[in-house]
């Protein structure tokens, strides 16, 4: 059955599709996990080239509604974005019950295996933002932690832990890739800094080629950057952590009080 424009639509026929199948993803007539009609399918049902069905996919790719698989065909995502659980994630008591990060212990309440890499730990000047966010000169050196993150084996996020060399010391966070149970915040208690008190800053860009390569990212998908910093019950900042997430598989959840 061919599918023709309505009269006056000037929407090019590849937006038409997708916007056609995005409506029948929506409606549960595709449902999760459903293959969509291949691009020799949908150019003959549309009355088009190949290479405008093809167009089509990629626009319901980019939008994080269907993932391709090589060799098998296009299919409605069947997993919901991974929730960043806000404070929830940082709980002293899930950290101490589970023995996890929060990242290990935020993946694995979704139902999802998670899987966390420490890739490099050096010693760089401060950049200017978060030199200032942890009451810094500029260019004071930190330690940097660079991290990759994936659940179910699949990147999910990047990112650099910057930390005070007078916090860090010679402590695990300053030479250890695997910092043990309960992660990066069990070793700062240790130290004396226990986690009271975060702020988080989040803005939404198109990723550089270097997180496209590493995280994967199908072309037209942004990311978005975050900016957290980490307080102790005295209000002293002891870490900044930037964050590049993939805007397609992820989702920010937050139960926030309300000042009077």
Do not use: K, W
């Not at 003959?44 to 626009?59: F, M, S």
């Not at 910092?179 to 990066?184: C, D, E, S, T, V």
């Amino acid at each position: 059955m061919t599918s023709s424009p309505v009269p006056g639509d000037r929407r090019p026929a590849s937006r038409r599709i997708a916007d056609e199948l995005r409506e029948q993803i929506t409606r549960g007539d595709l449902p999760p996990g459903g293959r969509l009609p291949s691009e020799r399918e949908l150019a003959r049902r549309y009355g088009t080239a190949r290479n405008t069905a093809r167009e089509a996919l990629g626009i319901l790719a980019a939008e994080g509604l269907v993932v391709a698989q090589h060799g098998r065909g296009v299919f409605v995502r069947t997993r919901p974005p991974l929730m960043r659980l806000g404070a929830d994630r940082y709980s002293r008591q899930a950290r101490e019950q589970t023995g996890l990060s929060p990242f290990r212990s935020e993946v694995t309440r979704q139902g999802r295996t998670p899987h966390a890499e420490c890739r490099s730990i050096t010693r760089i000047p401060a950049p200017a933002e978060v030199a200032e966010r942890l009451g810094l000169p500029p260019d004071t050196l930190v330690v940097a932690r660079e991290n990759r993150y994936l659940a179910d084996g699949q990147p999910v996020q990047v990112g650099i832990t910057y930390i005070p060399v007078e916090v860090a010391a010679a402590s695990p966070v300053a030479t250890a890739t695997n910092l043990g149970p309960g992660g990066i915040y069990a070793r700062f208690e240790e130290l004396g800094h226990r986690i009271a008190h975060i702020r988080e800053e989040i803005t939404a860009r198109m990723p550089n080629p270097a997180e496209t390569t590493g995280l994967a990212i199908p072309p037209g998908v942004p990311v978005l950057e975050l900016l957290h910093t980490s307080y102790n019950p005295d209000h002293q900042p002891f870490e900044v952590t930037r964050l590049v997430l993939r805007a397609d598989l992820n989702g920010l959840d937050y139960h926030i009080p309300i000042n009077n």
